[in-house]
């Protein structure tokens, strides 16, 4: 049997483990509905892990299906996938994905109901015999893919969508869809030949088909964008599906590659201060009397006549009996 090249090296679970559990060298499923693939974990009990399946070498038709199942209370998973639209002598791939990670890979097989295994793929021999069969399997590894399928993000911040695709490819990237309430989608070139290529999602500019996506690689080109559903700005927090297609195919199950989702979550609140508005004092003016007088005379004595006086200043004048004592403003004058 020819084993399938893996589409991204294992994660690293530091304390815990998880893995496929299968006889043989493959996860053997028929073509019938709610078939079994099951694991074990060394994960707590309650924890959920993401059964990841992808369809390989000419198997028709193509499917890319995800289950999310829960880890029972003796370590163990089992996710029932159906298998009802394959036929037998299809392969598969399957990723085991927790936290984002993949954790562990395996290949499958498909057989007929009946336990048979028609085609080119019915024995390893028989497989290990044909050339063609063992070209396409080596070029899988860089069929357009997610490394890492599950991502996270925050509302009006941008997010980095790493994909694999074939050197100097093509493929085609989709956020959103009719559940979620809005669309974009956008094609990518590697032209730097290295296999990869990161989009960039600036979820503050969903609404804007021009500037929604871009590439983060000047070595990476973006071919185009559409924009299927409008929104308001910002998106609302809640997961998106990613989609990946073969080349420029958008929307056609026959070219999906790898599906995953986006969970945008809601911008931490920031407490604003509320201005204290402090009562401004009012500052007192004082006006100061200028000493510019004139003297004139009255009944032969010398009064002081001002000639700018300040709001503020007194101006009392007193004449005191026979004295002639005339009192200015606190002066006096004879």
């Known amino acids: 049997m020819i084993a399938v090249p893996p589409e991204s090296p294992p994660a690293s679970t530091d304390a815990a483990s998880a893995a496929f559990v299968y006889a ?4 053997t499923v028929e073509a019938e509905p709610r ?51 394959q036929r037998g002598g299809g392969t598969f791939s399957a ?7 993949v954790v562990d890979e ?60 074939s050197p100097g490819g093509t493929a085609t990237l989709r956020i959103g869809g009719e559940e979620a309430g809005y669309e974009t989608s956008a094609t990518v070139r590697d032209d730097d030949g290295d296999g990869s290529v990161t989009v960039v999602f600036d979820t503050a500019a969903a609404s804007d088909p021009e500037r929604v996506l871009a590439v983060a690689d000047d070595g990476d080109t973006l071919v185009s964008t559409t924009s299927d559903r409008a929104v308001s700005v910002p998106l609302d927090p809640g997961d ?30 920031t407490e604003s201060a509320t201005p204290t508005t402090t ?13 510019l007088a004139t003297t004139v005379p009255l009944d032969g004595l010398d009064v002081v006549s001002p000639s700018v006086l300040g709001a503020g200043a007194l101006v009392v004048g007193v004449l005191l009996g026979g004295a002639g004592v005339v009192l200015v403003g606190g002066a006096l004058r004879r």
Not at 95 to 101: A, F, K, S, T, V
């Open 24 to 27: 043989g060298d493959a996860i």
């Open 35 to 85: 078939q079994a693939i099951r694991g074990e974990t060394t994960l707590d009990p309650g924890t959920e892990v993401t059964v990841s399946l992808r369809s390989t070498g000419d198997t028709e038709p193509r499917f890319v299906q995800r289950e999310t199942v829960t880890v029972t209370p003796d370590g163990t998973f089992t996710a029932a996938v159906d298998f009802s639209q």
């Open 95 to 101: 990723r085991l994905l927790y936290d984002g990670e």
């Open 106 to 165: 395996a290949p499958g097989e498909i057989v007929a109901s009946d336990g048979s295994t028609p085609g080119p793929t019915a024995t390893p021999a028989e497989a290990s015999s044909t050339p063609s069969t063992t070209t396409e399997r080596t070029d899988e590894r860089f069929l357009p893919g997610f490394p890492k399928s599950l991502l996270s993000g925050t509302v009006g911040d941008s997010v980095s969508i790493e994909i694999t695709v």
């Open 240 to 269: 998106y599906d990613l989609a990946l297609y073969e080349g420029g195919h958008l929307a056609d199950d026959d070219h999906l590659d790898d599906v995953g989702s986006l969970r945008l979550q809601s911008a931490p609140e």
């Open 279 to 291: 009562p401004q004092a009012a500052t007192p003016t004082v006006t100061t009397a200028t000493s």
